[in-house]
């Protein structure tokens, strides 16, 4: 293959780079913002509190005095791993090592301390974390930037996908859009789809929390789970960062079902990372910039037969290629990404910073039928900012605020060039293909579709926490959120055949101003969480309430919707309704033994469906040429539906033994309604239409094991597993009106939602000795997710809907890392390998007619599908790379 230019520039400032890298790198940030706590009492050998022990956390101004019962509590630490040193008159001075700090949790360090002697120095202990936390009331997982690092993990995305409960984005068998993404305690989610507008790289990430069951008061707009990622800040003290290089290709077994994925050079991937932090020369103040660039050109290739503005004789059936037959990749991506911070304290007792997080990617889009004409598809370009001040302020050693400030900006097209006016749309003609010329392959002209989408959100987030009492910590506080949300084509193209060469393309009246709009939700909450701790024993307790406006129209008579029909009563735009409810929350840990724990949890959780639904065609104009028997118009926008609401309940046991094993089981259930789904809506005119509204529905019931096992320092294992069962009556919403056009009975039923996978388990096995090597190794194992059988082709063909399971798969990825201490540096070299048997399983896909992904009992029928690697999930990919640090 001939080297793609920009993969050839980079590959060689990699190259080039290693030489000098270790002059340029100092070591990565060490904390963040976001905050956790300290408690726990000091007592001396006869059981006593000290009163006055003072504890300090070290490295930092933080710090508290015991009270007479000994009892402590120290309030808005950043996460991180610290350093404890605990002193009082007459005692020794104690140093805990280790204590580490989670975001919104409590690190429990207790102490007994002895009576000074004239020669005794400092006694220092190393804080040992327990296997199991007995303070937590639901499923939630944390990992900070140690534990990441030791996984064969890149983004996020994969972080997330490891945890207990969580299949490919559904949060315990919810829909995708259902969770909601956090970076250090702000929404960034797109209130578009619900997604989030960052993808986010391992590299910048302190800690992740996960939580997949019921969460506090302070999470809204989500039904199904919080992700909250703590991004890392830069040192006060010293000049830190890191350089992390790799490069990597795929290798599967055979290029049967890859052609052309033969591990030639060059390599198919290449990253190249640098982190720099450390203080500005003003007093308090540090920096942190972080800069990506990324290049995958997947393991999906075409060949450049053909070119767009080929003219091939289609009626006689003559084929004229002028390509020159270079092999393409039909997924190539680029991106690059970056986080950039700076903090400050020079205002006295005040935290400020400002920090901003950017994505700019670049891809292929990956459409099959062009792989003889790689040139014509689409290019879909991303574009994501995430910017803001957070500003906290300790009031005093038992309350501080916080007030955080973000914007969040959202680009995405897909389309072969911006102007419908660009001439190549027309020189190039129509995209065609001859059904008995390679299957149908598009073989001239470019991907006419277009779309695009952009979302500019602005939130404001403010909280009060407060130690009100030793037993109560209170957080109080209230959430605002506007977004200019526009999305649709930005112009229409369609095209004409002429002749057996000839075409023409042209651009569809009046389409600018008709798909493209712009929309303006507004939301608001506030809400009151109180975490109370009595010894061991933990409750929360929390209510939210939630407003939405829409600040949209809708038909006043949907029986007239384009206000048409004649002799029927007049339909005029009627503005939305405003939308508001109120969410409690509770969860409770109560300690059953000294390393062990019961736990409860229930909540209700509300969210608004993705305003892209609501907001498309919810003007009901498409639909001034309805009539009885017409063609389909699609689904109809409804901006004024309620808010879809989900009540979680879980119960669980949490047990450590002898240090060693951790055991924590539960078992969980969620009520789904008001989901978004679909209603047949009769005209006056007797003609039937769609549209969105509240009316679908679902259960979920499963069990959640998790166990980590320390055989030694070095070795340990983790275990969850998860087992589900996931129904409902439709696991779209547009479902309903699906089985409607296709002559299917619509009437709602009980069925396996798509992504039921019943069994989930990830083991993970780590080895580990510090400064000397790493290695981790994965197995995950899912069942496989429902699909609907067919016993022919042709209407009547399928069976009960989702009625049989796909095969299940089993994968497994490793990292392998040796370090290198080179004073002042560290330089380690590490490997990763990703599906490293190369399994072969669907990627969502199967043929209906055999429940399996190699072969189809209508090979004719089938024939493209059975030739198309996306069939297929991502074989082997091995990586090699170098990192670098001081």
């Known amino acids: 293959m001939t080297p793609n230019s920009s993969r050839d520039l980079l590959f060689a400032a990699i190259l080039g780079s290693i030489v000098v890298s270790i002059l340029l790198m100092v070591p990565e940030p060490c904390r963040a913002d976001t905050r956790g706590k300290i408690s726990g009492r000091i007592v001396d050998t006869g059981k006593q509190g000290v009163l006055g022990a003072n504890i300090l956390v070290v490295g930092t101004t933080l710090g508290a005095a015991a009270d007479v019962e000994g009892y402590y509590a120290i309030l808005n630490i950043p996460v991180g791993t610290y ?56 499923a939630v997982a944390i990992l900070n930037k140690e534990d990441i690092e030791m996984l064969p993990v890149q983004s996020l995305d994969d972080v997330v996908n490891l945890q207990a409960g969580v299949v490919d984005g559904h949060f315990r068998g919810g829909r995708l859009g259902e969770v909601q993404y956090q970076v250090e305690g702000v929404s960034v989610n797109n209130p578009y789809d619900n997604s989030p507008v960052l993808e986010l790289d391992r590299s910048v990430l302190q800690e992740v929390q996960v939580i997949s069951g019921t969460f506090d008061a302070e999470y809204g707009q989500a039904m199904s789970g919080v992700v909250n ?68 050109d997947a393991a999906i290739y075409g060949t450049r037969r053909f070119v767009p503005t080929d003219t091939s004789d289609f009626s006689a059936r003559e084929f004229r290629p002028t390509g020159d037959g270079e092999v393409v990749s039909m997924l190539q991506y680029e991106e690059w990404s970056g986080h950039a911070k700076i903090a400050t304290r020079l205002i006295p007792d005040v935290q400020l910073s400002y920090q901003l997080i950017g994505n700019f990617s670049e891809n292929r889009a990956n459409n099959f039928q062009y792989r003889f004409n790689p040139d014509g598809t689409k290019t879909q370009e991303r574009q994501a900012l995430v910017h803001g001040l957070d500003w906290t302020h300790t009031l005093s050693t038992t309350a501080f605020y916080t007030v955080n400030l973000r914007q969040n900006y959202f680009s995405y097209s897909d389309l072969a060039f911006e102007s419908t006016l660009d001439q190549r749309y027309y020189d190039a003609g129509a995209p065609r293909g001859d059904v008995n010329y390679e299957l149908g392959a598009i073989i001239q002209g470019y991907d006419i579709g277009r779309y695009e989408q952009e979302t500019n959100a602005f939130v404001v987030k403010g909280s009060l926490t407060s130690q009100v009492t030793q037993d109560h910590l209170l957080k109080v506080g209230g959430e605002f959120q506007y977004a200019d949300v526009g999305f649709g084509a930005p112009g229409t193209l369609s095209y004409e055949i002429l002749s057996g060469t000839a075409s023409r393309v042209y651009v569809v009246a009046d389409s600018l101003a008709q798909n493209t709009r712009r929309y303006f939700p507004t939301t608001f909450a506030l809400f009151a969480q109180d975490r109370i701790e009595v010894a061991d024993f933990l409750i929360r307790v ?44 509770f969860g409770m840990s109560y300690p059953i033994t000294a390393t062990g724990a019961l736990y409860f949890s229930y909540g209700h959780f509300y969210q608004m469906p993705g305003f892209g639904n609501l907001y498309a065609n919810s003007d009901y104009s498409i639909l001034e040429n309805l009539q009885e028997g017409g063609v389909s118009y699609g689904v109809m926008g409804n901006p004024d539906i309620n808010p879809e609401f989900t009540v979680q309940y879980e119960f669980g046991f949490k047990q450590e033994f002898a240090r060693m094993l951790g ?50 320092a070095a070795l340990s294992f983790s275990l969850n597993y998860t087992y589900l069962n996931a129904v409902g009556n439709s696991s779209d919403p547009t479902e309903t009106a699906n089985r409607a056009a296709a002559g299917e009975d619509p009437r709602p039923r009980q069925i396996p939602f798509d992504w039921d996978q019943r069994h989930t388990l990830n083991l993970a096995a780590t080895l580990y000795e510090q400064n000397d090597y790493a290695f981790t190794a994965i197995l995950r194992y899912g069942d496989g997710s429902p699909y609907t059988p067919s016993i022919g082709s042709g209407f009547g063909a399928s069976l009960e809907r989702n009625s049989t399971a796909k095969p299940g798969w089993a994968l497994v990825d490793i990292r392998a890392e040796k370090f290198f201490p080179i004073d002042p540096a560290r330089l380690s070299v590490f490997l990763r390998v990703f599906n490293l048997f190369d399994t072969r399983f669907s990627n969502g896909f199967v043929f209906t007619s055999t429940g399996t992904v190699f072969y189809s009992l209508n090979p004719a029928a089938d024939a493209e599908a059975l030739i198309n690697p996306n069939r297929f999930a991502t074989p082997r990919r091995i990586e090699l790379g170098l990192r670098i640090q001081l």
């Open 83 to 138: 350093d404890v040193r605990v002193s009082a008159v007459g005692y020794q001075t104690n140093v805990i090592r280790g204590v580490r700090v989670e975001s919104g949790q409590t690190a429990t360090v207790n102490l007994t301390i002895a009576e000074a002697l004239i020669e005794a120095g400092e006694v220092t202990t190393v804080a040992d974390r327990p296997l199991v936390d007995r303070r937590q009331t639901s």
């Open 229 to 296: 990622a703590v991004l890392r800040s830069g040192s006060e003290e010293r000049f830190e960062g890191s350089l992390e290089l790799y490069a990597g290709e795929y290798f599967p077994g055979s290029t049967t079902d890859f052609p052309y994925a033969d591990g030639s050079f060059p390599p198919a991937i290449g990253n190249a990372t640098l982190t720099a932090s450390g203080p500005t020369g003003l007093s308090g103040t540090s920096f942190l910039v972080n800069v990506r660039r990324f290049i995958d």
């Open 542 to 585: 929390g209510l939210r309430a939630e407003y939405t406006d829409a600040n949209s129209t809708v038909p006043s008579d949907p029986a007239n919707p384009a206000n048409v029909i004649p002799g029927a009563p007049e339909s005029v735009p009627q503005p939305t309704t405003t939308k508001f409810v109120v969410a409690p929350r």
């Open 663 to 712: 055991i924590d089981l539960s078992v969980f259930y969620k009520d789904i309604r008001d989901l978004l789904g679909v209603e047949l809506i009769d005209t006056y005119a007797d003609a039937t239409y769609a549209r969105f509204t509240n009316v679908d529905f679902g259960s979920v019931y499963g069990i959640k094991a998790t166990v980590d096992y320390r055989v030694s």
